[in-house]
């Protein structure tokens, strides 16, 4: 059976899960750890996702993101692929560090938020890499010891989460405190780790159909109730039906980079050379945003296209999107959609 779409959208909330190898470890020692925390923290940063909660296991990562306007594939595949090539030269090792590609559960925020940082924070209580809750805020391969001021890692937004609980620091950790404990009880929930209160029956068509009953399949894509889900499907399918429209008719990254350099009184080989003129770095930006988001393409083949690195795709996505707010500029406006 293939294998679903990762379910993604601007400000979506995941909770992502990355597995070694026919679970093997991924981190041998803190330096390996001290890579990871540091890679992912350079990533998030440069492509402007929000990280709620995250913890390092010895075979397994846990993290609670927002995405931003870089898709989550995107962000996932740049701290996974650089993380293990430097683990493998580190230990002098080779092949594959992590089991296919990480799972991602697209989740209903108002329901679950919470609950998810607080189960993902407790993840190395429960795997005894400490003894109890005490030793948990000192932690440092974890993000419940940023929300306890013991340790920093500036790209964790802690705001988010202690507001939760409080205006004052001082009070929103200690009832963030004692919300953590009170799930120490709870112990292991699958429902937060692919599936609850999820539906999924082929689409949202099929979906809608069936919600008179009780007698839908679960969809470990998705966390949330009824009408969550079926949101979620219907926007996946409505953007799938779009680009295999725009694919339908030939709109490919070659006819966009025709459209978009038409619009700038641009050549398509201008656009493909670097350059810091203004101009053509608006362009670019547009591109690269239109490819990522409209067309789905993969971050690697607009690098390869523009000459670039898959980093520098990821900032021009940005700046793309802001250009487009600000200027007004669309994709409809090419005339290709």
């Known amino acids: ?5 990762h ?7 995941h909770h992502v899960i990355c597995r070694g190898i026919e679970r093997q470890p991924v981190f041998r020692d803190d330096a390996d750890r ?8 350079n990533i ?18 846990h993290l609670l993101l927002r995405t931003g306007t870089v898709p989550l594939p995107t962000v996932m595949s740049r701290i996974l692929t650089g993380y293990a090539a430097s683990y493998n030269r580190r230990h002098r090792r080779h092949g594959y560090l992590f089991q296919n590609r990480y799972k991602s559960i697209l989740c209903q925020e108002e329901s679950y938020f919470l609950e998810l940082v607080r189960y993902l924070h407790l993840n190395p209580l429960r795997a005894k890499l400490v003894d109890a809750l005490p030793a948990l805020d000192r932690y440092a391969y974890g993000g419940h010891s940023r929300l306890m001021g013991k340790a920093e890692s500036p790209w964790q937004d802690t705001d988010a989460v202690l507001a939760q609980f409080g205006r004052r620091v001082a009070t929103a950790r200690r009832r963030y405190w004692a919300f953590v404990a009170e799930g120490i009880p709870l112990g292991r929930r699958s429902e937060l780790t692919g599936g609850g209160l999820v539906r999924s029956a082929g689409g949202w068509r099929a979906l809608t159909a069936q919600r008179r009953t009780e007698r839908v399949k679960g969809d470990e894509r998705i966390l ?8 979620a499907l219907r926007a996946a399918e409505e953007q799938r039906e779009r680009r295999d429209q725009l694919r339908a008719r030939g709109v490919d990254l070659e006819s966009l980079l025709r459209r978009v350099a038409a619009r700038f009184a641009l050549t398509p080989e201008e656009l493909r050379v670097p350059s810091k003129q203004p101009r053509r770095t608006q362009a670019r930006s547009l591109v690269c945003y239109w490819a990522v ?11 390869a296209a523009l000459g670039i690195t898959q980093s520098a795709v990821s ?5 793309g999107e ?14 290709i959609s």
Request: glycine share 10%.
């Open 315 to 319: 900032r021009a996505v940005c700046r």
């Open 293 to 303: 988001r409209e067309l789905g393409l993969p971050g690697t083949a607009v690098a």
């Open 224 to 231: 949330g109730d009824g009408e969550f889900v079926e949101s």
């Open 322 to 335: 802001r250009y487009g707010v600000t200027t007004g500029v669309s994709f409809r406006e090419l005339r």
């Open 1 to 5: 059976m293939p294998r679903r779409a």
């Open 7 to 13: 379910l993604d959208a601007p400000g979506a909330l």
């Open 34 to 41: 001290d890579d990871f925390v540091a890679r992912l923290g």
């Open 44 to 61: 998030l940063t440069s492509t402007r996702t929000s990280c709620y909660a995250w913890s390092l296991l010895p075979n397994h990562v």
